[in-house]
């Protein structure tokens, strides 16, 4: 499918983006020739943003929307690793190592992203250190947030895996306003890599507990204190 683009040559940057978020402020405060290097992009829901494998020719940050970072093994079953949504960036591990991309990306939403070319983003990185310093740190993060959903998965059981997810959706607006994509069984499998079946199982449990109830295939959380009751219980079995 072809996509729009729109350089910013074209238009005003100043236009897309706000102060409200760090990177925001680092690329409106960049030299003219990197500010002028951008291209903006709109996306509907399910379009591949990444694909696994490929070369990777842009650096990526997301306006507006929520995409999810996945892996699809050779059996055809996802595993999805994260979702980004405003202010996230993508490409930088593949443009810094070149390397092709470690996974793929695809719209849960409409998305408006920019990018800016390899070339251009790699001389940014080397003459900025504003950038530089802000993705040290932000991947920092990332791989915090990485080693302790490894030792979740690790350690702790499907069903107190599920009760704080749905904890967190609850809590995060912007998740729940999305509930018919953040809150389907089909992600739920996605998310924490287990058949349907087991999904089921457990969220029948929470059901039959008043906890949770369905609309179709999504899952609307009905009492928030009873999910945190039962997940502290799970949490020590």
Known sequence: MKINII??????????????LEIFRIILNSEEIFKKSWEYIKYRPGEILCEYGYE????????????????????????????????YYIGELELFTNKPFICGVETMTGTEIIRISKDIFLKWTRSDMNILYYLM???????????????????????????????DCKKNPDYYKHYKIFLSKKYLSE?????????????????????????????????????EEEREKERFM
Do not use: P, W
């Open 56 to 87: 990777c020719k842009y650096f990526y940050v997301i306006l507006s929307g929520f995409v999810n970072i996945y892996h699809t093994s050779e059996k055809g079953k996802t595993y999805s690793q994260s979702v980004y949504g405003k202010g």
């Open 191 to 227: 998310r924490f890599v287990v058949t349907t079946r087991s999904i089921n199982r457990i969220l029948k449990e929470l059901y039959d507990k008043s906890l949770i109830d369905f609309e179709s295939n999504y899952i609307k959380i009905i009492d928030l204190k009873g999910l």
């Open 7 to 20: 350089r910013i040559r074209d238009m005003s940057i100043e236009k897309l983006l706000n102060e409200d």
């Open 137 to 167: 740190k932000t991947l920092c993060d990332s791989s915090y947030t990485l080693s302790e959903k490894a030792s979740y998965d690790t350690l702790y059981s499907l069903k107190f895996r599920i009760c704080d997810y749905l904890i």
